[in-house]
């Protein structure tokens, strides 16, 4: 059977776009009628195969969509490229959508467009606006889909269409799952996968395909003014740990025996006591300590793995820091001491061997082949700056800095416009060098890379596999791992190679058990949809709830709105959530709420949202009030204090983001079914301090109070239009009725007589 069928000759694809291989055509029939989850080295073509599946579902549903999702705008433009170049439509018939896209185009293109290349969070804010439906989606592919768990954009995607569209069929396609069989299990359940199909570097049918990536690692050892530096810091370390120990907080204080993931358990461990006890003096200096220890096996790091910069840099974050922590560190004499000998070693051109060693490896590569393309992984931005700094004196060298978007302190991101600009002129050999964080580490087809070096190990089997992916991919390529010998680098290193074995013996498993599912599934596929036509009633939402487009982010919007809440997507300059045209809302996580109060914004916002709304209302959403790092715990209580008394403030607690949503629904339906109010978005056009001056001023006459003086003067607009209404029109006021609306009138007019204080 799989000899006669040739989908490469398929009549929607351009004759000889695609290479003939027959491991894709026997995945592409797998997957053609059930849900499937295809895993398959890097390089081997698992676009071709979403294409192949595509235009087979294409020509049984001409009028259907296809829908690709990627997590990053340059994924998604090259997946867009793929398409255009083996189908046979025109290149109106396809269309990329980005949160870049204007919004009042995207309508437009969901509807004209007949294959969608899409960013997730776009896609979910679509479908969460009304934008879009997935009713008409016959195929809908997951690239990256070992990211399909937990609250990540893939899993809401993934039920709305299999609720919302007609004729589903869903594609999941990834090189490395996880090494956790628990995960692989949740991305199974999220992508609703029947059918799963695995293939491996030494599997018969695709091994002749796989190229040759030679593995190499180069160990070099710290220099000895290095080792000064990292036996202050171990020795400061030490201390800490020691005390810690005696409070039976840790159980060593070896460093070779405690790590840093070991002392943030740690960390999450006391703050979790605190609610179950009267803590003292002595424990809340545990508190200090431990975070003093986790920025101590930080610094060690640094130092250990990245060099002098980046240890100077995380020295100076610190001076600027405002918690007990970081002022306890940096009016340290060890701080000074580590400050001085760093700043006299990269005074003496001292720097991380790895660094030396880069240059080298680089400059011998290019020597040999001078149209050599090469990427450098780096795990900090700080690194990548400092990198990209030091290649750029050498001529040779042509190297360019590859981060993620959002911009940091000195370190300003790059649009998705830049990166694509970037990986053009990558490709087009405008540089030679990308140095790259792990933005680049996912699903870029740049075929002509011929080499990757690892700058610093990552703890992580997909990120290591996802890096290494990015040579051999149309020819014979090489990883080159850079190791610092005795330290922490060298530990990630292994623990990635550990997990990555984990990961093979969990893929294993998984193909026998895809065997015995594949035995199980229903010659029809319909038997296993769930779709349920719309109806008139069934569209009907029932309640409103504006939400900030920046809180797409969270799972709360998505709960929202799968509990048939009509959500209005809007930019807010003031709260979160708006309810009705009196109550706007505040959400913030423990650590949101820790964070705003470090840096003041939360009074300001808090502030503002009392000054535009009557029924100002914060929600405080998580398990352990006290768990946020750096605010102590009677900080957090004055603060919540402050909330309700000074602010008038509702406040609940709510235990996670469903319950957040569920009090939004409650309190919606009481605005807007009981009370018959609508949501309204109102800013504060008033300054604050005024605002709350005029407020206090009208909340001073009797029987009115702060909601009261709100409305009087949202409604009249000044105290002088206040005091010159006449009874009728003060009747005309929430919350004025006749009694109130007469002690006024007679307040006003009432003669002033001074009794001398008497």
Request: hydrophobic share 35%; proline share 4%.
């Amino acid at each position: 059977m799989l000899v006669q069928i040739s989908f490469i000759s398929h009549p929607l694809l351009k004759e000889n776009a695609i290479e003939r291989r027959l491991y894709q055509e026997t995945l592409t029939l797998s997957c053609i009628n059930h849900h499937s989850l295809v895993i398959l080295p890097t390089g081997l073509g698992k676009t071709i195969i979403a294409a192949l599946i595509a235009a087979y579902r294409k020509k049984k549903h001409p009028k259907g969509k296809i829908i690709f999702l990627a997590p990053t705008k340059p994924l998604v433009d090259q997946h867009h490229k793929t398409f255009t170049s083996v189908f046979n439509f025109d290149a109106s018939d396809f269309a990329v959508l980005t949160g870049s896209t204007p919004p009042g185009k995207r309508k437009e293109i969901w509807m004209n467009s007949s294959f969608i290349f899409v960013t997730p969070q776009t896609l979910q804010n679509d479908i969460i606006k009304g934008n879009c439906s997935l009713e008409d989606c016959v195929f809908l592919i997951f690239d990256e889909a070992h990211r399909a768990v937990g609250n990540y954009a893939y899993v809401f995607i993934a039920r709305e269409y299999i609720k919302q569209a007609r004729n589903p069929l869903i594609l999941g396609i990834t090189a490395s799952p996880s090494s956790e069989e628990i995960k692989i299990q949740e991305i199974q359940e999220n992508l609703f996968i029947q059918n799963i199909e695995i293939r491996t570097e030494s599997s018969p049918d695709v091994k002749d395909y796989v190229q040759p990536v030679e593995i190499e690692k180069i160990f070099v050892s710290l220099p000895s003014e290095f080792m000064d530096l990292k036996s202050k810091i171990e020795s400061e370390l030490k201390a800490v740990l020691m005390n810690l120990k005696r409070a039976g907080i840790v159980d060593t204080y070896d460093l070779r025996r405690i790590s840093h993931s070991k002392l943030l358990a740690a960390q999450r461990m006391v703050q979790a006591r605190i609610k179950d006890s009267q803590p003292d003096a002595e424990f809340y200096e545990n508190i200090k300590r431990i975070t003093i220890s986790i920025k101590l096996s930080h610094m060690l790091e640094l130092l250990e793995s990245q060099g002098l910069i980046s240890l100077q840099k995380y020295l100076k974050k610190i001076q600027r820091g405002t918690t007990k922590s970081d002022k306890i560190i940096s009016q340290s004499s060890f701080y000074e001491e580590m400050f001085q000998l760093i700043q006299r070693l990269m005074d003496g051109e001292k720097e991380h061997p790895k660094l030396k060693k880069l240059i080298t490896l680089l400059n011998n590569e290019i020597k040999r082949n001078p149209d050599a393309k090469i990427i450098v992984f780096v795990h900090y931005r700080v690194s990548a700056q400092m990198i990209t700094a030091e290649l750029e004196k050498h001529e040779q060298l042509r190297a360019v800095r590859f981060v993620g978007q959002q911009s940091k302190r000195g370190d300003k991101g790059l649009t998705q416009k830049e990166q694509l600009e970037i990986l053009e002129q990558f490709k087009a050999g405008d540089y030679n060098l990308l140095i790259a964080t792990s933005v680049a580490e996912e699903g870029l087809d740049i075929s002509e890379c011929d080499l990757v070096i690892f700058y610093d190990s990552v703890p992580s089997s997909i990120r290591s596999i996802q890096r290494r992916g990015r040579t051999g991919r149309k020819r014979a390529g090489k990883v080159i791992v850079l190791i610092t010998k005795g330290t922490i680098d060298e530990g990630y290193h292994y623990a990635a190679q550990s997990k990555e074995r984990t990961m093979k013996r969990h893929i294993r498993e998984l193909q026998h058990y895809s065997k015995q599912l594949k035995e199980k599934l229903p010659n029809d596929q319909k038997s296993l949809i769930t779709y349920v036509p719309e109806t008139p009633e069934s569209k009907k939402k029932k309640i409103t709830i504006i939400a900030d487009t920046r809180e797409t982010a969270s799972p709360v919007v998505r709960t929202l709105y799968e509990a048939g809440v009509d959500v209005q997507l809007k930019k807010l300059d003031v709260g979160d959530y708006i309810i009705s045209e009196d109550a706007g809302i505040e959400r913030k996580t423990i650590e949101d709420l820790a964070e705003s109060l470090k840096d003041g914004r939360l009074f300001r916002e808090l502030t503002d949202l009392c000054n535009s709304y009557s029924i100002p209302i914060i929600i405080i959403e998580g398990t352990d009030l006290y768990s946020a790092r750096g605010i102590v715990p009677n900080a957090l209580r004055g603060t919540l204090a402050s909330l309700i008394l000074d602010f008038k403030l509702a406040t609940i607690f709510s235990k996670d983001a469903e319950d957040t949503a569920k009090f939004l629904i409650m309190l919606a339906k009481r605005e807007q079914e009981e009370k018959k109010k609508t949501p309204r978005i109102r800013n504060s056009k008033t300054p604050p301090n005024m605002a709350r001056t005029l407020e206090y001023i009208v909340a001073g006459i009797p029987l009115i109070d702060i909601t009261r003086a709100r409305n009087l003067l949202s409604h009249f607009g000044s105290i002088k239009n206040i005091f010159t209404a006449s009874e009728e029109e003060l009747r005309n006021v929430k919350g004025i009725g006749e009694k109130i609306a007469r002690q006024i009138i007679s307040l006003f007019n009432e003669e002033y007589q001074d009794d001398g204080g008497q």
